[in-house]
């Protein structure tokens, strides 16, 4: 179930842990050349990001999907490049989940059916932040089917002024977990993320984290993984 794509460097089923002394410079993952494919790693306890992109306009066409990532202070930065794609991850007890900001032109940025759980550890943490002073770099930032959990919703700015669609979100202390206090984030049959994303298909290949094909009931679910 994995996407049929090609890559400069692929990193898939990896188990990174345990690692760095600085905030803003020790990350996990560094991705310094574009079209790199990042699958279904587990990332924990790093002092500083999960996975970083950066290195200005010519870091594109990643694909970062299925991973696992908590116990760091950011799980996803992206600071430069476009067509990133950024599906089908569970970021949680992180400072903040997922962050934009530009070194550089930004194009299109998808971030779609993941889920940031608990992600506001410190005052100014939270889901998603894009940097407010550099939105006019970004070409088109889309936010789609994600899960929004026990978190502020935005760290900075959101930059709502920017293209790109930005719906179908579910922002909610209760959406209906299997068990989250054991980090168990499918979805129980009551959850309100059943059936009420939109469909995906044409951006990336329509299976959740544990490969199961969406939809399975009438419509794609919202986050990580179908009911």
């Known amino acids: 179930t994995s996407d049929d794509l090609t890559a400069r460097l692929t990193l898939r089923n990896c188990k990174i842990h345990d ?4 905030l803003d410079l020790d990350h996990a993952i560094y991705l310094a050349t574009p079209e790199n494919i990042i699958e279904n790693c587990e990332i924990y306890n790093w002092t500083s990001h999960g996975i970083h992109v950066y290195g200005g306009n010519l870091m594109s066409g990643h694909r ?3 991973n696992t990532i908590h116990g760091v202070a950011t799980g996803i930065g992206i600071y430069g490049g476009g067509d990133q794609l950024i599906y089908n991850n569970v970021i949680y007890h992180s400072w903040l989940g997922f962050r934009a900001k530009s070194y550089g032109a930004i194009g299109i940025i998808g971030l ?16 998603i932040g894009v940097l407010g002073e550099v939105s006019a770099a970004f070409q088109s930032f889309n936010v789609r089917n994600n899960i929004i959990s026990n978190s502020a919703l935005m760290a900075e700015s959101y930059a709502m002024s920017l293209g790109g669609a930005r ?12 068990n989250a206090s054991l980090h168990d984030y499918h979805l129980n ?8 994303g939109v469909d995906l298909s ?3 290949n329509a299976f959740d984290k544990d ?6 009931g009438s419509a794609w679910d919202i986050g990580a993984y179908e009911f």
């Open 211 to 216: 490969g199961i094909v969406r939809p399975r």
């Open 202 to 204: 044409g951006l990336f």
């Open 189 to 196: 049959m009551s959850s309100p993320a059943i059936d009420a």
């Open 64 to 66: 970062i999907f299925k």
């Open 19 to 22: 690692g760095g002394t600085s």
């Open 167 to 178: 719906d179908h979100q579910l922002v909610s202390n209760t959406p209906g977990y299997v």
């Open 112 to 127: 779609y059916n993941n889920i940031i759980e608990d992600s506001y550890i410190s005052p100014n943490g939270g889901g």
